[in-house]
């Protein structure tokens, strides 16, 4: 049964139609001055404190670095967010930047970033270099941004996760040969952009941190909530790809500082995956159950439950948006959720509505040898060489004060299974996207430490740990009810995440 609007809602939209006479807020202008930040009338957000936990060993021996699913204009619709008061992009714009800009970051990874003729000349005024990437396709991409003269961009890839193989060819050139390389369960359009930044101070002095810089890659991996395999196969392909970067242009010595929308649980296979946990039965029966391959891989795959091959619910090149963030031909009563959301549904993706396009798996058939999908032995044999941290999950829990309520963590949910099962990952934020149909932690930083280094046996291998040294605290969840995006609070439906980390 197609969803429909309740009359509450229905009430508000009309509401908010008849307000479309007014006038909408001014756009930031390109040559926009970094003191505007000084009027809270414009672009105002609902500030969050940064907690310290401990200063750092110099001026420069530390970075700061952010990551924030933006939320495109392209994928804003009314009906996904019907409570919303700043569905506008004139009205997101300014709080936008505000968010982007208020709390300093030397580096900023974005996911659904579009409008860049808007966002990127106020960037560059307020002292950020930018690097854009975007899948084949698609209208909106990840950005990097890094603050100059502290860091000094020197190269940078983008990895198309689609093309990417994860097995060895068999001499041919083959349809088949080709999807059984790559290994993968449906077309996505998702890449990784990677960005290798010197650490300089002005004039291109070298600074006193203790690395010469810093590899940053950034991500939106797949929204779907049941394709939990094609998450895992992205990551593992990135970290992989993060790995060749390094070693063909001698930066296997720089830390990795891994940050972006996961679209993944704590409870999921690809959290445990990164950080090192062993799979649980529930993960790896979750990996079983969404080796599938969808009709974008395999053509003669036919619709299931009456849904057209082209598409799950949703193809956002198929829209046009519009100010209001309705899509132009979007029926009022059928709700499409956007890249990178879920449903709220207790336990990562089920639901009550078995048709629902965005929590079953259609237009799929089952995955058979030739198709080259990786067992589950051999994703954690992927994974085995890489040892990620988890800025918020490692030392998130350490900045609570109790007389201020309690803990904002990921544990500290309701005591279900799901939350009970995780070992790293409980102290991750309880929530980072928030709106009226789902609550759920997808945003992470990730962190990995070189190995350590040394030409001579008698000295003791030395490699330098980055060490947590101040967090941006989330929002409590009552200033973000009904939903987000919401005026005076936050312009996207996800909220930014920062860590400071002294090396």
């Known amino acids: 049964m197609p969803y429909e609007l309740t009359a509450e809602q229905l009430a508000i939209r009309d509401e908010r139609r008849r307000k479309k006479v007014v006038a909408p807020a001014s756009t930031p202008p390109a040559h926009l001055d970094v003191g505007w930040l000084a009027d809270e009338s414009r672009g105002k957000i609902l500030k969050r404190d940064c907690v310290q936990l401990r200063p750092a060993r110099s001026p420069t021996s530390s970075v700061k670095i952010m990551s924030w699913n933006m939320l495109a204009q392209i994928l804003v619709r009314r009906e996904l967010f019907p409570y919303s008061d700043c569905l506008r992009g004139s009205a997101r714009e300014w709080m936008l930047l505000r968010e982007i800009l208020t709390y300093s970051a030397d580096i900023v990874c974005l996911q659904e970033v579009d409008r860049l003729e808007k966002l990127i000349p106020p960037l ?39 093309e990417q193989y994860i097995r060895e060819g068999n001499g041919t ?14 077309q996505t359009k998702n890449i990784a952009l990677l960005v ?25 991996l797949f929204w779907h909530p049941r394709h939990v395999y094609e998450r895992a196969r992205q990551g593992a392909i990135i970290l992989r790809e993060i790995s060749r970067f390094q070693s063909e242009n001698g930066y296997s010595h ?8 996961f679209n993944s649980q704590p409870t999921e296979a690809l959290y445990s995956l990164l950080v090192g946990d062993p799979l649980t039965p529930v993960q790896i029966l979750e990996l079983e159950l969404s080796r599938v391959i969808h009709s974008s891989i395999d053509p003669s795959v036919k619709a299931s439950m009456g849904v057209s091959n082209s598409t799950d619910g949703y193809d956002e090149n198929e829209e046009d ?13 059928t709700p499409t959720r956007s890249e ?53 999950g490692d030392s998130y829990a350490k900045i609570f004060v109790p007389s201020e309520g309690g803990e904002n963590t990921f544990g500290s949910r309701e005591a279900s299974e799901a939350v009970q099962v995780v070992r790293k990952g409980r102290d991750e934020p309880k929530w980072t996207c928030f709106t009226e ?5 997808l945003d992470y930083i990730f962190i990995c430490d070189p ?40 312009a996207s439906d996800h909220i930014a995440l920062c860590a400071e980390i002294d090396y």
């Open 437 to 441: 149909y789902w609550k759920l932690t």
């Open 254 to 261: 720089w830390p990795v500082l891994f940050a972006g929308d």
């Open 124 to 162: 560059k005024n307020a002292g950020y270099s930018t690097t854009y990437a975007a899948g084949r396709g698609k209208r909106h991409g990840c950005m990097i941004l890094h603050r100059e003269p502290k860091l000094r961009k020197v190269n940078e890839r983008v990895v198309h996760l689609d």
């Open 173 to 186: 050139d083959s349809q088949e040969d080709i999807r059984r390389r790559r290994g993968s369960t449906r």
């Open 321 to 333: 948006y519009n100010e209001e963030g309705a899509a132009q031909d979007a029926s009022p009563t």
């Open 196 to 220: 290798a930044l010197a650490n300089t101070i002005e004039q291109g002095t070298v600074s006193s941190s203790a690395v010469e810089g810093y590899i940053v890659a950034t991500c939106h």
């Open 340 to 392: 990178g959301q879920q449903a709220q549904t207790g336990h990562k993706g089920q639901s009550e509505t078995t048709k629902d396009p965005d929590r079953v798996l259609t237009n799929h058939r089952p995955a058979v040898p030739s198709d080259g999908l990786l067992s589950t032995p051999e994703l954690v044999k992927l994974f085995r060489n890489y040892k990620l941290r988890s800025a918020y």
């Open 451 to 490: 190995p350590p280094q040394t030409e001579l046996d008698f000295i003791p291998p030395k490699s330098p740990r980055g060490e947590i040294i101040g967090l941006l605290k989330t929002h409590r969840a009552e200033d973000l009810e009904p939903g987000l995006p919401k005026l005076g609070v936050c």
